[in-house]
Antibody, heavy 120, light 106 residues
Framework: EVQLVESGGGLVQPGGSLRLSCTAS????????MSWVRQAPGKGLEWIAV???????YYADSVKGRFTVSRQNSNDMLFLQINGLSAEDTAVYYC??????????????WGQGTTVTVSS | DIQMTQSPSSLSASVGDRVIITCRAS??????LNWYQQKPGKAPKLLIY???NLQSGVPSRFSGSGSGTEFTLTISSLQPEDFATYYC????????FGGGTKVEIK
């Protein structure tokens, strides 16, 4: 079974940092495009980052310079390093597999999400 | 940047109703449009990719159409398990989701 499991969320003070993890089973993170998507409480979905198979990463303007996506090949893990947190970053963070053409870069496998709460 | 306008933002419908949700892009995105369903407390689920392709395992009452700038998601006969929030997502450029459509019980 193809599965993604996020971890690492929690309560953090403004200005703090967290590293979120996404553990894959049944798929290899290095041979797939992988994205992070977040959802603030009661709000819609917001795409925040993608990492391609060649290692290139792209970010939404809202997180550029503060968030970094990376991979650990040996354990099939994806990470999201988040720095300079503010209340606006409070959200459930999902990792997802991104299908390549011709599937229009749709996200077909999602984790259950991990919650980040930024508060003093 | 491409903007995505999804409408309506919410609707009330009865079991058996035909439901149509629209997504408009601010510029041509070819068929780089995907649809997701999300239930409360759950991760989104891919329904339709590349505008009109049904994801494996998704019931055939769901269909997508459109290209260019205007797209629709149709549920031909609404079922109890379909009450949820639906999102479109363009993948022509930096991915962007529409604002969502909450489908509620009438």
């Amino acid at each position: 079974e193809v599965q993604l499991v996020e971890s690492g969320g929690g309560l953090v003070q403004p200005g703090g940092s967290l590293r979120l993890s996404c553990t894959a089973s049944g798929l290899t993170v290095t041979t797939n495009y992988m994205s992070w998507v977040r959802q603030a409480p009661g709000k819609g979905l917001e795409w925040i980052a993608v990492i391609y198979t060649d290692g290139r990463a792209y970010y939404a303007d809202s997180v550029k310079g503060r968030f970094t996506v990376s991979r650990q090949n040996s354990n099939d893990m994806l990470f999201l390093q988040i720095n300079g947190l503010s209340a606006e970053d409070t959200a459930v963070y999902y990792c997802a597999r991104v299908l390549q053409r011709p599937a229009a870069y749709a996200m077909d496998v999602w984790g259950q999400g991990t919650t980040v709460t930024v508060s003093s | 940047d491409i903007q995505m306008t999804q409408s309506p933002s919410s609707l009330s419908a009865s079991v058996g109703d035909r439901v149509i949700i629209t997504c408009r892009a601010s510029q041509i995105i070819s068929s780089y449009l995907n649809w997701y369903q999300q239930k409360p407390g759950k991760a989104p689920k891919l329904l339709i990719y590349a505008a009109s392709n049904l994801q494996s395992g998704v019931p055939s009452r769901f269909s997508g159409s459109g290209s260019g700038t205007e797209f629709t998601l149709t549920i031909s006969s609404l079922q109890p398990e379909d009450f949820a929030t639906y999102y479109c997502q363009q993948s022509y450029s930096i991915p962007l989701f529409g604002g969502g459509t909450k489908v509620e019980i009438k």
